[in-house]
């Protein structure tokens, strides 16, 4: 059985960004190797998340579309799952270790945790 990750949102949006050619690079060989070396489990939150930063990023429409096409490509091979009650309530449990922390990376956290996720992913 693979490890399950639970990627953040600019882990995807990194494939759209002109700035960092190396990291472009780290981010298409993680996704080369999901169903591979590991599982991946995103949340629908992390769809709306890159729907959004999608939609900021490309004014012209050809180049939204071909952008939206490239990430459905890449999601396709994805889980999803939603917010539970279990999630919200575990959530509001990291508000007493950390009270800086952002409502939702908590609830990111916490959905990671309950899905059996053995690794986060996030962007450095």
Same mark, same amino acid.
């Given at each position: 059985?693979?490890p399950?990750?639970?990627?953040?949102?600019?882990?995807?949006?990194?494939l %759209? @960004?002109?700035e960092?050619e190396?990291? $472009?690079?780290l981010?298409r060989?993680?996704?080369?190797n999901?169903?591979?070396?590991?599982d991946v489990?995103?949340s #629908?939150l992390?769809?709306?998340?890159?729907?959004?930063a999608l939609m900021?990023? %490309?004014? $012209?429409?050809?180049?939204r579309e071909?952008?939206f096409h490239k990430?459905?490509?890449?999601?396709?091979?994805i889980?999803?799952? @939603?917010?539970?009650f279990e999630?919200?309530?575990l959530s509001l449990?990291?508000k007493d270790?950390?009270?800086?922390l952002e409502?939702?990376?908590a609830?990111h956290?916490?959905?990671?945790?309950n #899905?059996? @996720?053995?690794v986060?992913e996030?962007? #450095?």
């Amino acid at each position: 059985m693979l490890p399950l990750h639970y990627p953040d949102s600019c882990i995807f949006i990194e494939l %759209f @960004s002109n700035e960092k050619e190396n990291k $472009k690079q780290l981010v298409r060989t993680y996704l080369y190797n999901v169903g591979r070396k590991y599982d991946v489990i995103v949340s #629908n939150l992390t769809y709306g998340e890159i729907y959004r930063a999608l939609m900021k990023m %490309f004014d $012209k429409d050809q180049e939204r579309e071909m952008a939206f096409h490239k990430i459905n490509d890449v999601l396709r091979q994805i889980d999803i799952c @939603s917010s539970q009650f279990e999630d919200y309530e575990l959530s509001l449990k990291f508000k007493d270790v950390d009270y800086k922390l952002e409502p939702s990376d908590a609830l990111h956290l916490a959905m990671a945790i309950n #899905n059996k @996720s053995q690794v986060l992913e996030k962007e #450095n």
